[in-house]
């Protein structure tokens, strides 16, 4: 389910975000690109095949891992195996019909 929220919801950074079962947008306009939903579902799927606790329990430890690693937050965050297999993907709109089952383990070298 999409969902539009006030803006200031969301840290300046962040367009949206997928916290199972929302894929919560700061603005409406997003809802029209296709690329940055299909970003968002990937997200979704991935935390589906977790089992959605243990998505955000691996997520928070990753990225402090990878903080740890490059000792920069942004590179953290795009270094996280989840964003990593979302950005590669997002502009294949079909995707998510074709992705194996657990398909960001590919992503955590």
Avoid: C
């Avoid at 935390?47 to 959605?52: G, K, P, R």
């Avoid at 953290?76 to 398909?103: M, P, Q």
């Amino acid at each position: 389910m999409i969902v539009v929220v006030n803006r200031f919801l969301l840290r300046k950074s962040f367009s949206g975000i997928t916290l199972w079962p929302f894929i919560i947008l700061k603005h409406s306009g997003l809802r029209k690109d296709l690329v940055f939903l299909n970003h968002e579902r990937i997200h979704f799927r991935q935390q589906a095949e977790l089992l959605v606790l243990p998505f955000y329990v691996w997520y928070m430890l990753e990225y402090v891992i990878r903080l740890l690693q490059y000792k920069d937050r942004y590179k953290a965050y795009k270094n996280i195996s989840f964003e990593r297999e979302a950005y590669t993907h997002e502009k294949d709109l079909d995707y998510l019909k074709k992705r194996s089952f657990w398909r960001f383990i590919y992503f955590l070298n």
